[in-house]
């Protein structure tokens, strides 16, 4: 069930600021199972499950790295800035959608060719901003009539497919994979607590929905559900990540050094004592770098105590991201049981 939520929520398309198709998806996912679902002025999607006066707040973000026409030059190719975190060498010749005014249409990153480059330019990576996106048009009055102009954004044009196993890939796993462990939780919850189960928007652009929406529900406590990186494979080792895909989900103890998030303890403690009762694996990190919503969510108002649950993700911020759909399920079942019961400040 949570393979084929992942792949629509995947395939949908919705950078940082515009994620209004994946806001139709996620409501239609969550409303059977919550009292109320609301859009505030930001774009976050805040569905309420009514219940006692303690209240946990769930956030996921629903926003995906991507781009934005910034103009289009004189023959018809297309410039553009990076919205989020690009590494650039994963975005050249990638083929990419336009959503523009007048439906979505194809084009291809292109540079210059490495047949024409002299020595010293294959050694350096191209940058971002010598790229550019080829969508076959002649100037920029044909780009206009096909429906493209400034600030139209752009997404990664690839789908999820099944790896061997249990693992899958696609793109936007960062954080539609936290976005549908979200959903799931809220499929199999068991409490009497209030719970508000918010995708965020802007996150990979400055954590911008969680501030908002935590400012406006002023919750008891919050957990931030996204992916994280694991140093389980070839070019990474175990000084940089000890997380490992497929052993359970991560609960973040501090990250980016404790730049970011410093998880409240008797979150902590609450949710590893749910894990030793229910018999659920989970995986304990101390990160140097990367954050996630809960950074924003703990500093706001007078504090909010917040921790971090994570799914171990390899290749993010790409085209090619790679999951364990056990380690979703098994954050899913790990939330449900927890909010059973209020954590111990």
């Known amino acids: ?15 940082s600021g515009r994620e209004g198709s994946v806001y139709e998806l996620i409501e239609k996912e969550l409303r059977p199972y919550v009292d109320r679902i609301e859009r505030d002025a930001m774009g976050n999607l805040i569905a309420i499950r009514k219940g006692g006066p ?17 103009y289009v030059d004189e023959k018809g190719f297309i410039r553009f800035v990076p919205l989020g975190g690009w590494y650039a060498p994963t975005l050249y010749n990638q083929r990419v959608i ?36 080829d969508i076959g048009a002649k100037d920029p009055a044909e780009a206009r ?12 044009d690839r789908s999820c497919c099944r790896l061997a196993g249990t693992k899958v890939t696609g793109k936007a796993f960062d954080n539609r994979v936290g976005v549908a462990v979200l959903i799931s939780v809220m499929q199999r919850l068991d409490t009497e ?9 802007q996150e ?37 990540s000890a997380i490992e895909m497929g052993k359970g989900p991560s609960i973040t103890i501090i990250d980016s050094a404790g730049r970011g998030l410093i998880s409240d303890q008797g979150m902590i403690e609450w949710m590893r004592q749910t894990a030793e009762n229910n018999g659920i694996p ?30 171990p993700s390899r290749y993010i911020h790409s085209p090619v991201e790679v999951v364990d759909l056990n380690d979703m399920e098994l954050a ?11 954590p111990v400040f």
Not at 332 to 342: D, G, I, N, S, V
């Open 1 to 15: 069930m949570v393979k084929e939520l992942l792949e629509r929520l995947s395939n949908a398309h919705g950078v």
């Open 54 to 70: 303690f209240s946990f707040m769930l956030a996921a973000h629903m926003d995906e790295i991507g781009m934005m026409v910034k």
């Open 98 to 133: 336009l959503h523009g005014s007048k439906g979505s249409l194809y084009g291809v990153i292109g540079g210059k060719p490495p047949h024409v480059m002299d020595e010293e330019e294959r050694k350096k990576p191209v940058k971002i901003e010598e790229m550019f996106i």
């Open 145 to 156: 009539e096909i429906g493209v102009d400034v600030g139209t954004p752009i997404t990664l």
């Open 193 to 201: 607590h209030t719970v508000y189960a918010v995708c965020t928007v």
């Open 204 to 240: 990979e652009v400055g954590l911008k929905g969680a501030r908002t929406s935590a400012f406006a529900l002023d919750p008891s406590c919050a957990i931030a559900l996204d992916v994280t990186i694991p140093g389980d494979h070839p070019g990474i080792e175990k000084k940089h």
């Open 282 to 311: 989970i995986q304990l990190e101390v990160g140097s770098g990367g954050t996630t919503d809960a950074t924003a969510i703990h500093l706001t108002k007078s504090g909010i105590p917040s921790i971090t649950v994570s799914i």
């Open 332 to 342: 899913a079942e790990l939330l449900a049981k927890a909010l059973r019961k209020r």
